[in-house]
Each structure stands twice: as structure tokens, then as C-alpha cells.
T-cell receptor
Framework: GNSVTQMEGPVTLSEEAFLTINCTYT??????LFWYVQYPGEGLQLLLK?????DKGSNKGFEATYRKETTSFHLEKGSVQVSDSAVYFC????????????FGAGTRLFVKA | DAGITQSPRYKITETGRQVTLMCHQT?????MFWYRQDLGHGLRLIYY???????DKGEVPDGYVVSRSKTENFPLTLESATRSQTSVYFC???????????????FGNGTRLTVT
């Protein structure tokens, strides 16, 4: 079945450091790929998405490119802020059946001032 | 306000008791989902519903029951709670139509359930 694997955390960075969170997926068909972010005590919210190969999703300085050849969707940000501290989830949305969304285990990011 | 609301936010119950978690959305989204979030597992799908009166099992359905008599409500019931069902439960919805796989999920703020 379809699955998502992302790097384990926690990831601890200093403010203004470069961020990469790796995500790879296994899927049949043509899924859409998402990054969601979860702040303490809240539900997940969409950070960015990409719907086909070579698409780049971007939002709030975060970027991720849908790489079909490497089945990857790595999240990057050039300069993190303390306010970026959160848990980040990579996810894929199936394009058939129940259109279910499958999540990775999540990566917790701590940014120090 | 438009959105998706879960209640209660926190619940403590005893092993063997029945408990129902509520979910209400105001967008009239056809699809609704229940996930549980556990450390190291991310979010795992319990049940989902494509429309009123249409439900289907997800990855971890055992011990749970759902119903959907109205489009806007999707309650989740634990018929006889067990300690392994201690978790944070999230309800989500998404729009439907052409390109539905492209549409993101909209989440509630979750219910933290503790089974003692």
C-alpha cells in the first residue's frame, strides 16, 4: 500500500539556520503531496502542496518540490525563526478510491533564539 | 464561524465505558475523516465517510464505531474503551469534485482522550 516516510526528530536549529526535513513516499497512481504543520494544542493545518511531478509548493518561506524520480518531497526553508517551532507532517493524498490521506510520523522542530 | 469543531477537548474515561467524540463542520464538505495521533505513528486513519450514510474503515478501525446521519456531523464512538485507545483524536473534512485529491484536509483542534 501507499506510505510516507519522513526523517525522525526532533530537529533543533538556531534562528536563521537552514532547514531540511526529508520525506519519501511509496505510491501507485498519481498522488498529491502535502506538508502540514501542527502547533501545540492545535490541529494540523496545510503548509504547502504539490499536485504533480516537478511542481514546487511554497508558503511562508517554506518550499518543497515533487520529485517523482526519487519519490521525494523534502521540506526546506532558508532561514528559520523561533515561531517555526512545530511538528511537520508529510502526507500524500490518493487519487482513487476513498481519496484517503496518508501521513508520515511527523518531525518536531525546535528553533532556538 | 465556519469551520470544524470537535468536542469535548479533553475526556477522561474508565476502561470498559462507552464514549462518543463529536465532530461538526460548517462547510458542507462531503468527505469526513477520523484520525488518531500517537507518538511515533503520526496520524492513522480510523474511519472515513464519503457522504451521509456512507462510511468505510480506515487503517485502525477495531474498537470504534461511526455514523453519519447528517452531512455536517460525524461522531466517533468507542463502544468499550481500552487503555490502548488513549490518544489524541482528530476529525477532518475535505471538499469534493474534480481534482479532489488536490484539496487539503481541514482539521479540528482535536480531543485528548485518556482511558484509565
Amino acid at each position: 500500500g501507499n506510505s510516507v516516510t519522513q526523517m525522525e526528530g526532533p530537529v533543533t536549529l538556531s534562528e536563521e539556520a537552514f532547514l531540511t526535513i526529508n520525506c519519501t513516499y511509496t505510491a501507485t497512481g498519481y498522488p498529491s503531496l502535502f506538508w502540514y504543520v501542527q502547533y501545540p494544542g492545535e490541529g494540523l493545518q496545510l503548509l504547502l502542496k504539490a499536485t504533480k511531478a516537478d511542481d514546487k509548493g511554497s508558503n511562508k518561506g517554506f518550499e518543497a518540490t515533487y520529485r517523482k524520480e526519487t519519490t521525494s518531497f523534502h521540506l526546506e526553508k532558508g532561514s528559520v525563526q523561533v515561531s517555526d517551532s512545530a511538528v511537520y507532517f508529510c502526507a500524500l493524498s490518493e487519487d482513487t478510491g476513498g481519496f484517503k490521506t496518508i501521513f508520515g510520523a511527523g518531525t518536531r522542530l525546535f528553533v532556538k533564539a | 464561524d465556519a469551520g470544524i469543531t470537535q468536542s469535548p477537548r479533553y475526556k477522561i474515561t474508565e476502561t470498559g465505558r462507552q464514549v462518543t467524540l463529536m465532530c461538526h463542520q460548517t462547510w458542507s464538505h462531503s468527505y469526513m475523516f477520523w484520525y488518531r495521533q500517537d507518538l511515533g505513528h503520526g496520524l492513522r486513519l480510523i474511519y472515513y465517510s464519503a457522504a451521509a450514510d456512507i462510511t468505510d474503515k480506515g487503517e485502525v478501525p477495531d474498537g470504534y464505531v461511526v455514523s453519519r446521519s447528517k452531512t455536517e456531523n460525524f461522531p466517533l464512538t468507542l463502544e468499550s474503551a481500552t487503555r490502548s485507545q488513549t490518544s489524541v483524536y482528530f476529525c477532518a473534512s475535505r471538499t469534493t469534485g474534480v481534482g479532489m485529491s488536490n484539496s487539503p484536509l481541514h482539521f479540528g483542534n482535536g480531543t485528548r482522550l485518556t482511558v484509565t
